[in-house]
């Protein structure tokens, strides 16, 4: 069975998370953007368009950078190539063109400039951060109702990096408070986060000096597995106003992201089996190949052995098998096994594809 990305369009934009399991987002419309507009007007139109697939191109690669490609700008000046519809519509008394790109062929795009490609599963980020309020710095709760949070919303949106901000009910009140926030203190704060199914948290500061904003981020794995909690991203810096230092810290988590889970092909043809046991229904398998087929470092997948509760698939893939791991971990309906020597028993296994030590994971059916 190969892999098969299909083209999803999501009506609603609010819609644009969707959780899949404890740790990983399926992010939504990764075909699509909305750009604001003055007009209907034909010129603003055409530059309505290559922003959107800009945009497009940023979220699904989680890098900026990739606008600097010789291919990429080919194709941001003449949009219609990709382009398979466009809207306008009103929002706030505003004017927008929602864009929609033929997905598929867009990562095609991608990978023949061979620049990363940053897939649907997401990790979701809890973000604690501090921010000056009148006379006193307060903690951003997912309920605040300012410009500024909304756009950092909004921008992580832009991105596709989901964020979640903390409820500061009594269960986070009791247990953290801004200083704890300012002074970084990452083990409580991380005693505070387990509520959250969440795989990283940021500790993030603003403060107003002069004619600027200084600020500092430390992104943390909020399931580490050493004694002591250390900061994956350390970063501090100014912006001209709170708006451009939420961007930078956004800016901070997404390249952190994209280093770990964005896949660019190695041009080579690397393979690996996968053992998935506890499969125990035709749904469980249709649940298999569906993640699998929307993961950026899978290039084809087909069933390469039947056996009891067990599956095996012969996996064709972008790059290397750690990159398969790193996504297969962020999905806590995969656990991972100790590696087994490949079985002897009678079942069928296709003789083309062999294997030393599959990779072995317990499938949690729902």
């Known amino acids: 069975m190969l892999k098969n990305i299909p083209n999803v369009i999501v009506l609603a934009i609010c819609a644009l998370l969707l959780c899949t399991s404890a740790s990983a987002v399926e992010i939504q419309n990764l075909d699509q953007a909305n750009i604001k507009v003055d007009s209907r007007g034909k010129t603003e139109r055409n530059h309505a368009l290559k922003q959107a697939l800009s945009v497009t191109f940023i979220k699904n690669s989680g890098d900026a950078s990739v606008l600097s490609d010789t291919l990429i700008k080919e194709y941001v000046q003449n949009p219609n190539r990709l382009l398979t519809q466009y809207v306008y519509y009103q929002q706030d008394n505003a004017l927008y063109l929602k864009a929609i790109f033929d997905h598929q062929r867009l990562i095609q795009v991608l990978r023949q400039a061979q620049l990363p ?75 505070a986060s387990e509520r959250y199914d969440v795989e990283y948290f940021v500790v993030a500061n603003m403060d107003n000096a002069a004619d600027e904003v200084r600020y500092q981020m430390s992104l943390y794995e909020k399931n580490h597995h050493s004694g002591l909690i250390q900061a994956l991203v350390n970063y501090q810096g100014s912006a001209l106003d709170e708006n451009l230092a939420a961007e930078q810290i956004i800016d901070q988590m997404s390249a952190y992201f994209v280093s770990r889970y964005a896949i660019a092909s190695s041009g080579d043809n690397l393979n690996t089996l996968l053992k998935l046991e506890g499969v125990s229904s035709m749904k469980d398998i249709v649940d298999i190949e569906h993640y699998l087929g929307e993961l950026t470092a899978v290039k084809s997948i087909i069933i390469n052995q039947i056996a009891d509760n067990t599956v095996t698939y012969s996996i064709e893939l972008f790059n290397q098998v ?20 490949p079985s002897t028993d009678d079942s069928y296994i296709d003789p083309i594809v062999t294997a030393p030590a599959p990779l072995t994971y317990r499938w949690h059916s729902r």
């Open 117 to 191: 490609v940053w897939g649907n599963q997401r990790p979701l980020t809890l973000l604690w951060l501090s921010m000056p309020q009148a006379s006193v710095h307060e903690i951003v709760a997912d309920a605040a109702q300012f410009e500024a949070k909304e756009h950092i919303t909004h921008y992580a949106t832009n991105q596709g990096i989901p964020i979640l901000f903390p409820l500061m009910d009594l269960d986070d009140s009791m247990q953290v408070n801004v200083t704890d926030v300012r002074g970084k203190f990452a083990t409580v704060i991380e005693r």
């Open 322 to 341: 750690d990159d398969l791991k790193r996504l297969l971990n962020i999905n806590n309906r995969f656990e991972m096994l100790p590696a087994l020597l």
